[in-house]
């Protein structure tokens, strides 16, 4: 069963921007707080940002102040806004509930790639 959809990634330079959008199932989207994860090649995967259902964030140190975490109760989708990106950022990312990401399989996620 497909829960995340995530599309947005691409090639960009460094300092330019993306937005990452997540489709996820409205019945896990509607209740859970979500959150944005990225893995680059060789590494373990990390949470970036997370949102709740009242609109709370978190982000990564790595990322604070660059990137943005958003959710629209409508569309069952949570965005990932990333500003000021640089070769670092390079990964796939993904979506899934905060917290409880083994409860829900993965989607395919969607590749940035920061070139300097």
């Known amino acids: 069963q497909v829960h995340f959809v995530e599309s947005g990634g691409g090639l960009v330079q460094a300092g330019g921007s993306l937005r990452l959008s997540c489709v996820a199932s409205?019945?896990?989207?509607?209740?859970?707080?979500m959150g944005w994860y990225r893995q680059a090649r060789g590494k373990q995967r990390e949470r970036v940002a997370s949102?709740?259902?009242?609109?709370?964030?978190a982000y990564a140190d790595s990322v604070k102040g660059r990137f943005t975490i958003s959710r629209d109760k409508i569309k069952n989708t949570v965005y990932l806004q990333m500003n000021s990106l640089q070769p670092e950022d390079t990964a796939t990312y993904y979506c899934?509930?905060?917290?409880?990401?083994?409860?829900?399989?993965w989607g395919q996620g969607t590749q940035v790639t920061v070139f300097s």
């Open positions: 899934n509930v905060d917290g409880f990401e083994s409860l829900y399989s």
């Open positions: 949102i709740g259902t009242g609109g709370s964030t």
């Open positions: 409205k019945s896990i989207f509607s209740s859970n707080r």
